[in-house]
């Protein structure tokens, strides 16, 4: 089962990828659910039984799921006529408690477990355990003292950039240099922390996707792109397969098993001294661009992952959907 939305498109090449291999898929969108997605979970003479139902025809029983892929989970949606802030509240609460008890109760194969991941995407953590794994993290300042900034700033003369603990959908910023003109704002951090990192310059920034055992690397030199400071934002990249020495590979080894994941995608930067500094990991990363640009095949990996947790590999053309989410939709 994959949780996500219809449209992901990451979700739909790793669909690809398991029919490909003859295996039973589900798409699951929790934005579905309460108005046309059912929860039940019964507790009897021993046994359980977990199941989803669509309104209107369609049933799930998750006992049959063997893997499930915690890739992009979307909000449950309320009906309008739900207005009360009070009962919108109680009714949410609600609704998460059951499913992160189901999640917990189902035991399969979770690519990533949801509470491990989302333990994973907080920066503090990412670099204190990268830190006693031993390896190289950015001089790094998480504040939201004004004076601390400054001082910082001034520490490192002015070679600063600054960053989100976490993206919010409508609340999203690229990572950016701070400049002389941004240190009036500086009292305005007093109200929300700011992760302030000293700049490393690199020759290359290295995406590192990490799937079981399975270690995927491209890099791309940014220093002539349209924005050095974050490579999300250069479109005119061009990305090729690198090789991690044998040693970097052991510590991302070492930073999955710590965090309990089974699946990372880790940014690094290859300093101009050979130094692979470690910038952050992200549970839920984009890997498509770079599999298009490199013909490295991610998404048959994560699919290969899932149908190993998922058990044999069904001998079929076509996989076999219980109807409760046509797949293609």
Not at 130 to 155: C, H, K, S, Y
Not at 203 to 210: K, S
Not at 282 to 306: C, K, S, Y
Request: hydrophobic share 45%; aromatic share 8%; glycine share 8%.
């Amino acid at each position: 089962m994959i949780i996500s939305s219809y449209e992901d498109p990451h979700a739909r090449a790793v669909i690809e990828a398991l029919r490909a291999r003859g295996v039973a898929i589900e798409v699951l969108d929790l934005s579905e659910f309460p108005v046309a997605l059912a929860l039940s979970m019964e507790f009897e003479d021993g046994e359980r039984r977990f199941a989803l139902r669509r309104k209107g025809g369609g049933r799930l029983d998750l006992g049959t799921i063997g893997a499930v892929w915690w890739r992009r989970p979307q909000a449950f949606r309320l009906p309008r006529p739900v207005s009360d802030p009070v009962h919108r509240r109680f009714a949410m609460s609600e609704a998460t408690t059951a499913f992160s008890g189901l999640y917990q109760a189902m035991g399969c194969l979770w690519v990533n477990d949801p509470v491990r991941d989302e333990a994973a995407h907080h920066k503090p953590w990412q670099l204190a355990l990268a830190q006693r794994i031993g390896m190289a993290i950015p001089v790094t300042l998480m504040t939201n003292d004004p004076e601390e900034a400054r001082e910082f700033w001034r520490r490192h003369e002015g070679k600063v950039i600054y960053k989100l603990f976490r993206a919010l959908p409508d609340a999203w910023r690229e990572t950016r240099r701070l400049a002389e003109t941004d240190l009036p704002l500086a009292e305005s951090i007093r109200l929300a922390p700011v992760i302030f990192q000293e700049w490393v310059e690199a020759v290359a920034e290295i995406r590192v996707t990490v799937i079981g055992e399975e270690i995927f690397a491209g890099e791309a030199d940014a220093r002539g792109g349209e924005y050095p400071v974050d490579f999300r934002f250069n479109g005119d990249l061009h990305w090729s397969r690198h090789t991690l020495p044998p040693g970097v590979q052991e510590q991302i080894h070492a930073l999955m098993r710590q965090m309990g994941l089974e699946y990372g995608a880790i940014d690094l930067r290859l300093t101009p001294a050979g130094e692979y500094v470690f910038l952050e990991i992200n549970p839920a990363g984009q890997f498509l661009w770079i599999e298009l640009a490199t013909g490295m095949r991610i998404a048959d990996a994560v699919a290969g992952r899932l149908a190993r947790g998922a058990g044999a590999v069904q001998e079929r053309e076509e996989p076999v959907a219980s109807g409760l989410t046509p797949l293609g939709q």
